[in-house]
Structure formats: C-alpha cells, structure tokens
T-cell receptor, first 116, second 113 residues
Framework: AQTVTQSQPEMSVQEAETVTLSCTYD???????LFWYKQPPSRQMILVIR??????QNATENRFSVNFQKAAKSFSLKISDSQLGDAAMYFC?????????????FGAGTILRVKS | GAVVSQHPSRVICKSGTSVKIECRSL??????MFWYRQFPKQSLMLMAT?????????EQGVEKDKFLINHASLTLSTLTVTSAHPEDSSFYIC?????????FGPGTRLTVL
C-alpha cells in the first residue's frame, strides 16, 4: 500500500518570503498523480497544485510550484512571496492510477503560519 | 468550475437520532464521490467511496449500518448517520471526482448531545 509522509508538523514564514513544505511517498507504481491541498481555518479543502508522474516538468500555479523528484519519491511545495492568506494546513496526497476508484492517500499535514 | 456543496454546514442532534448530510456537485457530474471524517488538526480519514447507481464501498472499520451512503444521481450523494452517539461527533467532508482530481465540499460539523 502507498504511504505519504509529511515530516514537518508546523512551519513558519515571514510575509513576502519563500517557504518549502516537504512530502515524500512510497509506491511501487510508475504512473500516479500527486496533489497539494490547502485547508484554511474555514476547513474548506482547496486544490493548490497537481502533478502527473509521467510529466518531468514541475507543475506551477502562480506563486505555488513543486519540486517533483520521482526517483527520490519526493514532492515538495514551494510558496513564493508568502501572503497572510496562505496560512493554512497543507496536505500532500497521492492517487494511484492502478487502483480503481480515484482514492487519495493523504499525508498527516503541515500547519503553515505566516508572520506579518 | 468544480464546485461541491454540502448541507447542512452544522448540525446538532440528540443521541439516538439520525442525521442526513447532502453532498452535491454543482457544475459537473460525478460518478464517484467520497466521504471523509476529520478530527481537529488531523488528516482526512476516508470512510467510504460512493458510486452512482451502486452500493458504496466502505473502508475497513467503518460500520456500514451506522453510516448509510446513497448516491442516487450523478450530482448527489448522501450520508446518513443512524442512531448517532456522542462519539460520532466530528467534521464530515465529502468530495466529488472530476476526471483525475477530487474537489471537496465545505464540510459538515456534527455535534451529538
């Protein structure tokens, strides 16, 4: 079974600076999807970014980018020019392409605090 | 696009009663929806996968008779917590799958007195 590990329970960043959240995963599959979701205090889960494993190019969405290292099974999220609204819990998630049903395997989450 | 709604957002009920939570995909059709439970500052725990027109698939340890799931249409799934007890108090979140991505509802906070 696949597992997702987020080793940083909490992180802090100064407003306007850059922060990187780490995520590693364990799988024997070659094709899969990886996601970062954000859960602000409202508790609404919001998709931040998505990466297909067959794509070598790292996904980017405005201030959010990933560093996808397939061989190392690492999928870190970089937030540039951090804003107060980025404060949230961030979850890394894995989705198998082999297993039917579109299920996600989540990491434990990282709480990001943004200091003004 | 890809908006998922959940109703109600909060519900308080007495022990022994049943509560129904609705999950709707507003701008897309979802063959598959998911129900999660989340405790404070913890990750999401998948309870069951709901497939339109067929029986839900429950995760190990989830009581099928307590958490009834119905996926009657391509835009609606419901979770009914039957004979609720205080230990069922939690935050319940649904999601709907559009192609390869899950989109989440805003969640329902259930409090059982």
């Amino acid at each position: 079974a696949q597992t997702v590990t987020q080793s940083q329970p909490e992180m802090s960043v100064q407003e306007a600076e850059t922060v990187t959240l780490s995520c590693t995963y364990d799988t024997s599959e070659s094709d899969y999807y990886l996601f970062w979701y954000k859960q602000p205090p409202s508790r609404q889960m919001i998709l931040v970014i998505r990466q297909e494993a067959y794509k070598q190019q790292n996904a980017t969405e405005n201030r959010f980018s990933v560093n996808f290292q397939k061989a190392a099974k690492s999928f870190s999220l970089k937030i540039s020019d951090s804003q107060l609204g980025d404060a949230a819990m961030y979850f890394c998630a894995y989705r198998s392409l082999m297993e039917y049903g579109n299920k996600l395997v989540f990491g434990a989450g990282t709480i990001l605090r943004v200091k003004s | 696009g890809a908006v998922v709604s959940q109703h109600p957002s909060r519900v308080i009920c007495k022990s022994g009663t049943s509560v129904k939570i609705e999950c709707r995909s507003l701008d897309f059709q979802a063959t598959t929806m998911f129900w999660y439970r989340q405790f404070p500052k913890q990750s999401l725990m998948l309870m069951a996968t709901s497939n339109e027109g067929s029986k839900a698939t429950y995760e190990q340890g989830v009581e099928k008779d307590k958490f009834l799931i119905n996926h009657a249409s391509l835009t609606l799934s419901t979770l009914t917590v039957t004979s609720a007890h205080p230990e069922d108090s939690s935050f319940y979140i649904c999601s709907a799958a559009r192609t390869d991505t899950q989109y989440f509802g805003p969640g329902t906070r259930l409090t059982v007195l």
